[in-house]
């Protein structure tokens, strides 16, 4: 088969394109097929030797994969071969097979395409974990998605319309808050060319937000949290500007308002039966069209370089996605 490889830690354009052996099961896993895989800034990490988690060298970036299981190892249950999955790993699914454990995997339902399912789990995931699970966001509340044309912005766009909330978008050009406002934003404000604290004192009419959605970090962080409403909650979700924000912690004191984390991968291996039931949430959502990754490019195997550099540069609207065949 072939793979996308990380040989040594470095920028996108270290990577190449490979012949592998193919890959045999292990107990509790499957391999699959790949036939999409989605793009995320965690990938552009991994090979940089940046991220949480590392593996050893060489290794094929790509947490999130669509396909068919061709293999299934030992103790592997409610599984089959040729069943369409999603499924979720660290690393491993830029390539034309995956390995990936059985409790990662999630059916894909007939109205969604392999291309749709690469772009699902991870950001709708994220999104629906830290607006349920981690912010209790409520309808009626106010919601500000920081760099929300992103990936990860438009799921938590699409999914705090779908819990009741009024949402307020902020991204970096034009172009992109029409983007989100194509996906439900009820206000924008673009952080290029206005002063976010007075734009969402003006659209809160003083209050704040209730909860804002951060994958940004960076100086927005700050600028955004001194808005923030009473009792409010502040999620931090990445830090895609590349810099992690020191936020003077008087600052929640005053307002009663939390700084909470969301990270996927560890609510993953914790909660397996509250994952599940958002699984089937979102899937739900989907179906009944309240939700749907917004795919804004597709790139081959060869062109995976070209993918992180986009996201990497915040070029990307919505989601992009490799696809081997």
Known sequence: M???LCTDWGLPETLTVQAVADLQPGDGEVVVEVHAAGVNFPD???IQRK???????????GGEVAGVIRAIGPNVRDWKIGDRVIGSSTWGGFAEQAMIKAERLVPIPDEMDFTAASAFVLAHGT?????????????????LVLGAAGGVGIAAIEIGKAMGARVIAAASSEDKLEFCRQHGADATINYSTEDLRDRLKVLTDGVGPDVIYDPIGGSYSETAFRTIAWGGRHLIVGFASGEV??????????KSASV????????????????????????????????????TKVYSLEEAHLAL????????????VLVPR
């Open 127 to 143: 999104s629906l974990h830290g607006l349920k699970d981690r912010a209790h966001l409520v309808a009626g509340e106010t919601l």
């Open 309 to 320: 550099r986009d996201v990497m540069e915040r070029r990307v609207m919505g989601k992009v």
């Open 260 to 295: 909470v984390g969301v990270f996927l991968g560890s609510f993953l291996r914790r909660g397996p039966s509250v994952v599940k039931e958002h699984m089937r949430h979102l899937m739900e959502m989907y179906t009944t069209g309240k939700i749907k990754p917004s795919i």
């Open 245 to 254: 924000p020191k936020l003077p912690l008087n600052l929640p004191l005053l």
């Open 2 to 4: 072939k793979a996308v």
């Open 51 to 61: 991220y949480q988690f590392q593996p050893d060298l060489p290794f094929s970036p």
């Open 44 to 46: 552009a990490l991994i």
